[in-house]
């Protein structure tokens, strides 16, 4: 089993940054694909990154591309989202998800474990 909680979220201007991070225990995460999702309300979740287990692949959403970079610690069993230019339309709870590599495509939403999320409002 893999616990995730991440931080980080917040209230932020347009034009703003932040930083998520989602720290793991119970297991490292060396082996493991991770991703971020966001909810926003009204819309279904979203997988906007995903990084492979080494670090070296990583996907992102259209909606975020060029904004936002997914990075990885494994020695820290921690992963971060650094998300620059902050639109309103970014308001919704992130959450920090791991999935056990399958073959699956990198874009695949499919994860096995996630974590309870948190909020990010960005104000005009």
């Known amino acids: 089993q893999v616990q995730l909680v991440e931080s980080g979220g917040g209230l932020v201007q347009a034009g703003g940054s932040l930083r998520l991070s989602c720290a793991a225990s119970?297991?490292?995460?060396?082996?493991?694909?991770m991703g971020w999702f966001r909810r926003a309300p009204g819309k279904e979740r979203e997988l906007i990154s995903a990084?492979?287990?080494?670090?070296?692949?990583?996907y992102y959403a259209e909606s975020v591309k060029g904004r936002c970079t997914i990075s990885r610690n494994n020695a820290q069993n921690t992963v971060y989202l650094q998300m620059n230019s902050l639109k309103p339309e970014d308001t919704a709870d992130y959450y920090c998800?791991?999935?056990?590599?399958?073959?699956?495509?990198?874009?695949?939403?499919?994860?096995?474990?996630w974590g309870r999320g948190t909020q990010v409002t960005v104000s005009s």
């Open positions: 119970g297991r490292m995460i060396s082996s493991l694909t």
């Open positions: 998800a791991a999935r056990v590599p399958s073959g699956a495509a990198m874009s695949s939403p499919s994860y096995d474990y």
């Open positions: 990084i492979n287990y080494r670090g070296e692949i990583t």
